[in-house]
Nanobody
Framework: QVHLVESGGGLVQAGGSLRLSCAAS????????MGWFRQAPGKEREFVAD????????YQTDSVKGRFIISRDNAKNTVDLQMNSLRPEDTDVYYC?????????????????WGKGTLVTVSS
């Protein structure tokens, strides 16, 4: 059974940083693309970033480019999201996702498994 466990969320002031981590188990981690999505109450889940199997290729949504960095450690079965220069509009529940090896669709349509989420709150 696949398990994705996120950690690292919390409260931070605008301009600050947080590092989210997702630990995966129950799957051959290096065989899948990994990523992060986020969702605010009443809104649709939004793609944030993904990273391909080897970690050599990443993609971020425009609103986080230059501020968020996604990385993975295939030896430890973890994927991290370093979030810098945080803004109040980054306040969301952040979800770890695992999906198709070629990369995650922005819609989330090829995500196989989701974590339960971790809350990030950015105060102004």
């Amino acid at each position: 059974q696949v398990h994705l466990v996120e950690s690292g969320g919390g409260l931070v002031q605008a301009g600050g940083s947080l590092r989210l981590s997702c630990a995966a188990s129950g799957l051959t981690f290096s065989g899948y693309a990994m990523g992060w999505f986020r969702q605010a109450p009443g809104k649709e889940r939004e793609f944030v970033a993904d990273i391909k199997r080897s970690g050599s290729s990443t993609y971020q949504t425009d609103s986080v480019k230059g501020r968020f960095i996604i990385s993975r450690d295939n030896a430890k079965n973890t994927v991290d999201l370093q979030m810098n220069s945080l803004r109040p509009e980054d306040t969301d529940v952040y979800y770890c996702a695992v999906g198709a090896s070629y990369g995650l669709e922005i819609s989330g349509s090829n995500v196989y498994y989701w974590g339960k989420g971790t809350l990030v709150t950015v105060s102004s």
